[in-house]
């Protein structure tokens, strides 16, 4: 039992596999709202997610959320901030594109946050950038074009976009905020962070919700769209939240970002297992520049680290 219980604590102190989770869970997201598009509103399915993901996690947040609450109180604008970027407006522009674009668009434009996440960490906390930085990004975006691209130029000439592709990239910067600021967030549990924000972006989109649903696009319950609700909340919305804040927390979000290219090589294969997709050789020459990159990033986070601390880094 103790032995079970350190193996715990040491997968919560490592942002690495708290990272990995995450994008696995998301890259699932990209193929459920994509599978489901055209049957499940976007509003609804973003609806939905929060509010019962919120009903998943309030019951093992409740002993939290009593004593967290000054805290709450206290940095109620910031989390208010925090719920509308990351909660209510991400995930429901993501739908609302997934339904005129492709999930390959989606991944590409996906694909820019780490950088946007080292501009607004320089514009907003003066966070410096350094050339390894930016190499480290720049391998895994070339690893991210060769999966899109399917290692063709013309591939890569061919794409088109469309309104769609817009909603998600706004969505991406929305997020890209989101990310640097959760440094500002609350001093309170994790899961009274999880309960707080899934319970205020609920409630931001419920108005969004009653008005697609009135005007003719109402959700229709089936197998299928109760199905993508229940994975959408609990390992999109819980899992990866729970695990990516954490990271956040343990690393910072420049090096946290990296890891988000991780997410076409995930799609990729869960694409292979779920929508019959076959991996080729491109898939595996992306997925090496990404872990390449990421390597990279990692090996300058430690140096980082080890010159402010004075000492061997830690393992995260």
């Not at 049957?39 to 959320?65: D, N, Q, S, Y």
Request: hydrophobic share 60%; glycine share 8%.
């Amino acid at each position: 039992m103790e032995a079970r219980s350190g193996r715990s604590f040491s997968l919560w102190n490592s942002a690495s596999v708290l990272l990995v989770v995450a994008t696995l869970c998301w890259s699932g997201n990209f193929i459920v709202g994509r599978a489901v598009a055209g049957e499940v509103p976007p509003i609804a399915l973003a609806f939905w997610r929060w509010a019962l993901g919120f009903c998943v996690v309030v019951g093992p947040a409740w002993k939290h959320l009593s004593r967290d609450a000054p805290a709450l109180r206290k940095r109620l604008g910031t989390l208010l901030v925090l719920s509308f970027l990351g909660i209510a407006l991400f995930n429901t522009l993501v739908y609302i594109g997934l339904q005129t674009t492709t999930a390959t668009n989606g991944v590409l434009m996906q694909s820019v946050m780490p950088l946007i996440i080292l501009l607004f960490s320089f514009a907003i906390f003066g966070e410096r950038v350094t050339a390894l930085q930016l190499l480290a990004v720049a391998i895994s975006l070339v690893g991210v074009m060769v999966i899109v691209s399917r290692g063709t130029l013309q591939t890569l000439l061919e794409l088109a976009f469309a309104i769609g592709d817009l909603c998600i990239f706004v969505a991406v910067l929305g997020y890209g905020l989101y990310s640097v600021l959760l440094r500002r967030r609350p001093e309170v549990h994790p899961l009274t962070m999880l309960a707080a924000t899934f319970a205020l972006g609920a409630a931001m989109l419920a108005p969004l919700y009653i008005l697609e649903s009135m005007s003719g696009n109402a959700l229709n319950p089936t197998a299928s769209s109760a199905a993508a609700i229940l994975y959408v909340a609990i390992f999109p919305s819980l899992v990866a939240y729970l695990c990516f804040n954490r990271a956040i927390e343990l690393i910072g979000a420049n090096r946290v970002g990296q890891y988000l290219h991780l997410m076409p090589v995930f799609g990729s294969i869960l694409a292979a297992i779920f929508l019959n997709e076959g991996l080729e050789g491109f898939h595996f020459a992306g997925g090496l520049l990404i872990a390449a990159g990421i390597a990279l990033a990692t090996f300058v986070g430690r140096q980082a680290r080890a010159a402010v601390v004075g000492a061997t880094p830690l393992d995260v």
